[in-house]
């Protein structure tokens, strides 16, 4: 429950505490069954229209290595990974998720995932051989969000090309470092996911405890995944790791070099949320990537969580640049087990689009500014 009284007000203008201060009002019950042990996001299946026009964008521009590829899809990792891939590219026809996954420490983790998800009266279904090439044992789940998630523990190993420099880019994406999913009950998504064993590193609130967004991690990073909310389920974005904030500028030279400015929805930018430099391209069906560095270490059992004010301008943009509002409307479809969509539902709490760019959402630089010129501004630029 979200406790004023147990928040610290930090220099930088938001607040600590030690647990997530947020309540679900409609939790999912807590399975009896343990959680499978997580170890990180491993890799996204990515349904798209036109598989050449998307192998172009994420090989030809973005740089990812490809570990196999046939007609149908293509494998493709970034330079430090040594798994087979991170993200498939499959061919079909409506642009969507089929599957966020993630691995899971040892092979009894699946038998795990198989009880918890069972208990809770989900569809789940095992692969010993795998769901897609490289990866073993496999269990694919429609969780009771909505979402169709994946968890494996054996793979196929690749080599690590982070000493081949003579295959670097400019603009090198070395890691997948996160998700970010939609979903219309912020807190009972992250009261679910608290039961998966994650834990929250920051969210955003309003005085009244309405919570727009929430951040997760498995690995010590700020996040694994990230819950925004809006209507869903649906995916927000998947985001690739740069070494450097200068690796980030030289995707956006050569997006306009290549006539390709349109890619580019939002930055780049430093968040607020995260303190990681940032910058959101659509690829060729409008599946949302974002290209992300230099967060922080969150791996200490007492590391503080961190809530912004929704009305803080600062938050989504450290700079206070605006936020465009295709990227809190717009998300990717994502499918059940079967490969039909699943049906989205709506929001009911409140848009943090309408509250802080809507016709009256004033956002402040300085809380405690008294509205003139200086302290508060218009969210958006419309
Ligand atoms: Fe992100």
Known sequence: MTDKNDRTLTSSGFYVSQEAPI????????????APDILRCAYMELVVTDLAASREFYVDVLGL???AEDDESVYLRSTEEFIHHNLVLRKGTVAAVAAFSYRVRTPEDLDRAVAFY???GCEVRREPGGFT???????RVVDPLG???????????????????????????????????VTPDVPRAVKFMQDLGFRVTEDIQDDA???????????????????TGGDGPRMHHVAFSTHEKHNILAICDKLGALRRSDCIERGPGRHGVSNAFYLYLR???GHRVEIYTQDYYTGDPDNPVVTWDVHDNQRRDWWGNPVVPSWYTEASLVLDLDGDPQPVVARTDDSEMEVTVGADGFSYTRKDDDGGVQGFKLGATL
């Open 65 to 67: 290595y490809v570990t």
């Open 283 to 285: 690829d060729p069906d």
């Open 147 to 181: 979402f169709p998630y994946e968890f494996f523990h054996d793979v196929q190993h690749v080599e690590r090309l982070s000493w081949r420099y003579d295959l670097h880019t400019p603009g090198e994406l070395v890691r997948l470092d996160h998700f970010n999913q």
């Open 209 to 227: 405890g309405t919570v727009y967004a929430a951040w997760m991690r498995r690995k010590p990073t700020v996040h694994d995944t990230a819950m």
């Open 133 to 139: 090439q490289g990866i073993g044992d496999s269990v």
């Open 23 to 34: 309540h679900a009002e409609n939790p999912i019950a807590t399975p009896s069954s343990p």
């Open 118 to 120: 069972t208990e809770l």
